[in-house]
């Protein structure tokens, strides 16, 4: 069985601060490691993923997430925050395997300040 | 190159009633997923389909059923509608033996009143 954990269902930051939203997992075997970020009243926009390789991944919208295993953590970070970052972000984590299932993380709102 | 696309965007229904929600996935793609949204939750896996089979399916009742068509397009239909079946309900896609990365569509809007 999988599962993520989101520390923080809201975050606020100013803009221009630095972005943190946390997320753990918890996995039998190797996990795929994916955010995803929703805007109001739209789908999943895919950020970044983790499968095999170098533990730290950048994603679009200048968005990166570091994998350690040691610490079954996949945080996601941007150094500096802008308006248009406010929005829902999700973690979420399959198996190497067959993939079939996503499963989400309870989400972070991220809330930027002026 | 056309993104997961999902139709209606919106719709209303009454309790008791049927409906059909429909899923192109990306181009390339043969694999294709649905989860339900909750109104402030996470999303939910609902079932995935490959090859025109259910190959794996979540912790949803018999009334959520699909289909896949050859040209992997995919169908969800939920039949005697409750109130609690109010979601955004998303489509995923991907392609076997890619990598695993997933691309979700915009989703469907359903009301049960």
């Known amino acids: 069985a999988q599962s993520v954990t989101q520390l923080g269902s809201h975050v606020s930051v100013s803009e221009g601060a630095l972005v943190l939203l946390r997320c753990n997992y918890s996995?039998?075997?190797?996990?795929?490691l994916f955010w995803y970020v929703q805007y109001p009243n739209q789908g999943l926009q895919l950020l970044l993923k983790?499968?095999?390789?170098?533990?730290l991944v950048k994603g679009i919208n200048g968005f990166e997430a570091e994998f350690k295993k040691s610490e079954t953590s996949f945080h996601l970070t941007k150094p500096s925050a802008h308006m248009s970052d406010a929005a829902e972000y999700f973690c979420?984590?399959?198996?190497?395997?067959?993939?079939?299932?996503?499963?989400f993380g309870s989400g972070t709102q991220l809330t930027v300040l002026p | 190159d056309a993104g997961v696309t999902q139709s209606p965007t919106h719709l209303i229904k009454t309790r008791g009633q049927q409906v059909t929600l429909r899923c192109s996935p990306k181009?390339?793609?043969?694999?294709v997923s649905w989860y339900q949204q909750a109104l402030g939750q996470e999303p939910q896996f609902i079932f995935q389909?490959?090859?025109?089979?259910?190959?794996q399916r979540g912790n949803f009742p018999d009334r959520f059923s699909g289909h896949q068509f050859p040209n992997y397009s995919s169908e969800l239909n939920v039949n005697a509608l409750l109130l609690g079946d109010s979601a955004l309900y998303l489509c995923?896609?991907?392609?076997?033996?890619?990598?695993?990365?997933?691309?979700f569509g915009e989703g469907s809007w359903l009301t049960v009143v």
């Open positions: 983790y499968t095999t390789g170098a533990t």
């Open positions: 181009s390339g793609h043969d694999t």
């Open positions: 996995s039998s075997v190797p996990p795929y």
């Open positions: 995923a896609s991907r392609k076997q033996g890619s990598g695993n990365t997933i691309y």
């Open positions: 979420a984590v399959t198996n190497s395997g067959s993939a079939r299932q996503l499963t």
């Open positions: 389909y490959y090859e025109e089979e259910e190959r």
